[in-house]
């Protein structure tokens, strides 16, 4: 038997000594995303190899020699050297690519040891608002003590700790959170090589609906209500899934009435008596809108809209209203010299106070110069001109912004003639004058009696007429 010399077989354990004892270069990565394993120096020669583990590192992952490429299997098209270094970049990591990485430059070799990262969620990525969420995040394998930070969607820290935990659950929260990893003693600030992102996307859904609307009578609202993030046909995996519009007039007792529903084809079935009031007849996606066709003061009250997904209900309210221009008295024609008071309110509900009125009067109404903005409610009007006729426009506004308008059309006329009245004193008039006229001739005929009558001589012998001397 034949043995080895003495000093060859000291160097080979030299050098298994110091392989063994080679300082690793920690690179976090997950599933999915790319990684880049750091090396600031420049090569024309550099051969990076893969093992899964550190006594394995045989698989060629990219080796540059004489300007001549090699891939390894199935690495080609998802690993690449930066432009700026040599540093390896793996683009889209699977389960496979987890291990030991060796960079041999020359007699220079550095070992890189890759572990996998995850997060883990209490619940599926997709999320109803109002729910508790809890994440975790995980370094497989990694003894070594690790520093955790959480940065939400908008880049705010959350929790320096591995679980977090998030009450409550909004839309605002929807969004890509990351799990910012360092081993121990590193900075975690953004500018350290060993900090390493592992992200996780959260979907939550919720409902987006107004608040408040305005309207006007006779016009066709659209009482607006979205389904955030994703479309209907999405929400398969929190079955059963129903949902539902109610409705409450203002004024009155009633309690809310089912106007309208989406069946499991989703697609909507009219409930009501008002068939008119829902326009979009498709297959639903994200919007669940209402529309009405002609709106009366009798629509005016809460919108309720409900929608239950597996057993969580997200209900929003949004409160119609209905802007009102009118005069008083109540009368169609107001005549000139007539008072009159027009007003502008909220049908059946009182306005708050961050909603102000704006007037727009006729050009050569004789108040238009003395309006105040924001105006008054009502407009006193102590006699009523030709001037004054015309539209009158009330505009609701919040803050600068216009909600809605409503309008009068004033009609101001001289007051008409009264035709009997007329007929009856012309004809008093005239029966008048034929009384006078009957006083005058009877007048005429008494006087006439009372004159003696002319006596006529009777001579002998009459001449003829004329004058004669005596």
């Not at 960079?103 to 508790?132: I, W």
């Not at 939550?204 to 305005?214: F, I, P, Q």
């Not at 108040?367 to 009330?394: F, H, M, N, Y």
């Not at 101001?412 to 034929?434: D, K, M, Q, T, Y």
Request: aromatic share 8%; with cysteine.
């Amino acid at each position: 038997m034949k043995y080895l010399p003495r000093e060859l077989v000291i160097l080979v354990a030299t050098i298994a000594m110091g392989w063994s004892q080679q300082e690793e270069v920690v690179v976090i990565g997950q599933e999915g995303h790319q990684v880049v394993l750091p090396r600031a120096d420049k090569a024309k020669d550099v051969s990076w190899r893969f093992g899964r583990s550190k006594d394995s590192i045989h698989q060629a992952v990219i080796i540059i020699q004489r300007g001549t490429q090699t891939y390894g299997p199935d690495m080609k098209g998802r690993v690449s050297l930066s432009t700026s270094n040599i540093s390896l970049i793996i683009s889209s990591l699977n389960s496979n690519d987890f291990g030991y990485y060796m960079c041999e430059v020359g007699q220079m070799k550095t070992l890189y040891r890759l572990y996998r990262a995850k997060v883990t969620s209490s619940l599926a990525p997709l999320v109803v608002a109002s729910q508790d969420l809890s994440l975790v995040c995980e370094v497989e394998n990694f003894d070594q003590g690790l520093d955790f930070q959480w940065r939400s969607p908008q880049n705010s820290v959350n929790s320096n700790e591995k679980h977090l935990t998030i009450k409550g659950i909004t839309v605002e929260e929807h969004g890509t959170w990351i799990c910012v990893v360092t081993p121990k003693g590193q900075r975690s600030d953004g500018k350290s090589p060993n900090e390493f992102f592992i992200k996780f996307s959260i979907t939550v859904v919720d409902l987006n609906c107004s608040k408040a609307l305005y309207t006007t009578n006779g016009s066709s609202p659209h009482i607006p209500c979205y389904i955030t993030s994703v479309e209907l046909s999405a929400l398969s995996g929190l079955k059963p899934i129903t949902g539902s519009w109610t409705f409450k007039p203002h004024v009155g007792n009633k309690d809310f009435q089912k106007v309208a529903s989406f069946t499991d084809q989703h697609q909507w079935e009219v409930v009501t008596s008002h068939s008119n009031w829902i326009q979009n007849t498709g297959p639903l996606k994200n919007n669940l809108s209402l529309n009405i066709a002609s709106v009366l003061e009798a629509d005016v009250g809460t919108y309720r809209f409900e929608l239950t997904l597996r057993d969580i209900t997200i209900r929003r309210e949004v409160e119609v209203n209905m802007l009102r221009v009118h005069s008083s008295p109540d009368s169609p024609i107001y005549y000139i010299g007539d008072p009159f008071n027009i007003s502008c309110s909220l049908v059946d509900t009182e306005m708050s106070s961050d909603l102000t009125i704006n007037w727009i009067v006729p050009e050569k109404s004789s108040i238009k110069d003395t309006l105040p903005d924001p105006s008054p409610a009502v407009l006193s009007i102590p006699q009523a001109t030709e001037k004054d006729k015309g539209r009158w426009r009330c505009n609701l506004k919040e803050k600068k912004t216009i909600l809605v308008w409503a309008e009068l059309n004033l009609k101001i006329e001289s007051r008409p003639v009264n035709v009997v009245l007329c007929l009856s004193l012309c004809g008093a008039g005239i029966l008048i004058i034929f009384i006078i006229m009957a006083i005058l001739k009877l007048r005429q005929r008494v006087h006439c009696r009372r004159r003696p009558k002319k006596k006529y001589c009777r001579c002998k012998n009459p001449q003829v007429k004329g004058f004669y001397k005596t």
